[in-house]
């Protein structure tokens, strides 16, 4: 390993702390700080609260702090941690205040989930590229529309900004972080000391619950949706859809367009592929998820979790059906064929 012995610069890290923060979204990244220093890095990790108080995480253990935003003058890197407050609530002056402050004496700026908010409360992603959690990103991109909001992203850098998706996403902006620094070969000693990927498959698409979107407003347009949710392998062709409804193709392509921005084909597609996912999450094997679900075949399934997830059904499977190793001689029990 070529580590570095010593760093001649030294690299504060301040994370930002609150009463409701996230303890994972700060024990994390410090995490992967701690495991660099003991490879060779020279980050000083400190913990800081808008007004210097010791704060209560969000499963009510007290984390002490070393002082409040006047004592990160020169801070290399300010991370923020999210909460589950946000986006329910609005962002309180006194944390936007201090991000604002951190970030005119900091290198980079970082955010942790839906420490996004607070970013972008305090004006520091207007014009900039973005991400938080997958269940709030919408509502991060309605609050603040100046900001472009990534869905998928696990973490976005733009300049010297940096977002991250869910709490465990924080690992990775971390590990980013650290490569940034002292490069990558120290960076996949501290992911494999840690045991986390370096560099996850796939986007955060990949852990939302299927099935789970707000439907349809046109009453139509809803039963569609109940047609093919009650009969998937049926053929449910445009023509038949639009026979179904008792309007023409062109009157169902319009509807889809205004209301879902999709094509009637491409909206059966996404049903088919979360119940799919759904029949994998219950054990399925990915041949009879495609067949249950109504695709034509194993391929054509491998193909839309390919295009949607960036991973294949068994890679998704192996993932999320159970955090069990296997064990078994013949290795993974849920095959792709």
């Given at each position: 390993m070529n580590h570095p012995e010593t760093d001649p610069v030294g690299r504060t890290v301040v994370i930002l702390?609150?009463?409701g923060a996230k303890l994972l979204d700060v024990a994390g990244p410090a995490d992967v700080f701690g495991e660099a220093n003991r490879l060779g890095a020279d980050y000083r990790i400190t913990l800081i609260s808008p007004d210097g108080a010791d704060v209560i995480t969000s499963v009510g253990i007290r984390v002490a702090v070393d002082g409040d935003a006047e004592l990160a003058a020169d801070a290399d890197t300010v991370i923020v941690a999210g909460a589950d407050a946000y986006p329910s609530t609005r962002v309180p002056s006194p944390l936007a205040d201090a991000v604002r402050t951190l970030s005119v004496r900091t290198r980079r700026l970082a955010s942790i989930c839906t420490?996004?908010?607070?970013?972008?409360?305090?004006?520091?992603l207007d014009?900039?590229?973005?991400?938080t959690h997958w269940k709030v990103a919408q509502a991060l991109a309605s609050r603040y529309p100046q900001t472009a909001v990534d869905l998928d992203a696990i973490y976005v850098r733009d300049g010297e900004t940096y977002t991250s998706a869910g709490v465990s996403a924080g690992i990775d902006l971390a590990l980013a972080l650290v490569e940034e620094d002292y490069g990558a070969n120290l960076s996949r000693d501290v992911a494999r000391a840690l045991v986390v990927y370096l560099q996850r498959a796939g986007g955060q698409s990949q852990f939302s619950a299927p099935l789970q979107g707000a439907p349809p407003r046109t009453p139509a347009?809803?039963?569609?949706?109940?047609l093919v949710v009650a009969d998937p392998t049926a053929r449910h062709t445009q023509a038949e859809l639009a026979e179904h409804l008792n309007v023409s193709t062109r009157h169902l392509s319009r509807l889809f367009r205004d209301e879902l921005s999709t094509t009637p084909t491409r909206y059966v597609e996404s049903i088919r592929f979360d119940i799919a996912r759904s029949l994998l999450d219950q054990g399925y094997n990915a041949?009879?998820?495609?067949e249950r679900a109504g695709f034509p075949s194993y391929e054509s399934l491998r193909r839309v979790f390919s295009r949607e997830l960036g991973i294949s059904p068994a890679a998704y499977q192996r993932r999320f059906r159970t955090s069990q190793p296997d064990d078994s001689e013949d290795g993974?029990?849920?095959s792709p064929r």
């Open positions: 702390v609150y009463d420490g996004a908010f607070i970013l972008a409360e305090a004006g520091l014009g900039k590229r973005a991400t347009l809803r039963r569609i949706v109940d041949t009879q998820a495609a993974p029990a849920f």
